[in-house]
């Protein structure tokens, strides 16, 4: 089970941290990702991690604004927003992609697991 938090409203240019809490299995085997969707458009990548944290990815819309990182031994995903624009409002949902591969990876189809999403809102 995959459990997002720290989702809230701020101001354009203000910060935000968001944490994925992973119970019942290790996260150390698994790539994780976060991904954002508004009302009536796809689910679309925002970054990845791979299972080691050696490599990540990002969006463009979002790189060198926000950065991904895990703590394995606490089982926890998070994603630093900083510079936040209105166009960053969305629901955040993290994703958990068993594999192998120390890896990123960018495609919704990819992953397994879930969270259930937190909602970031973002004001001008």
């Known amino acids: 089970q995959l459990v997002e938090s720290g989702g809230g409203s701020v101001q354009a240019g203000g910060s935000l941290r968001l944490s994925c809490a992973a119970s019942?299995?290790?996260?150390?085997?698994?790539?994780m990702g976060w991904f954002r969707q508004t009302p009536g458009k796809e689910r679309e990548f925002v970054a990845s991690i791979s299972w080691s944290g050696s490599a990540t990815s990002y969006a463009d819309s979002v790189k060198g604004r926000f950065t991904i990182s895990r703590d394995n031994a606490k089982n926890t995903l998070y994603l630093q927003m900083n510079s936040l624009k209105p166009d960053d409002t969305a629901v955040y949902y993290c994703?958990?992609?068993?594999?192998?591969?120390?890896?990123?990876?960018?495609?919704?189809?990819?992953?397994?697991?879930w969270g259930q999403g937190t909602q970031v809102t973002v004001s001008s």
């Open positions: 019942g299995r290790t996260m150390s085997t698994y790539a």
């Open positions: 994703a958990a992609k068993n594999t192998l591969l120390d890896s990123t990876y960018t495609y919704v189809s990819y992953y397994n697991s």
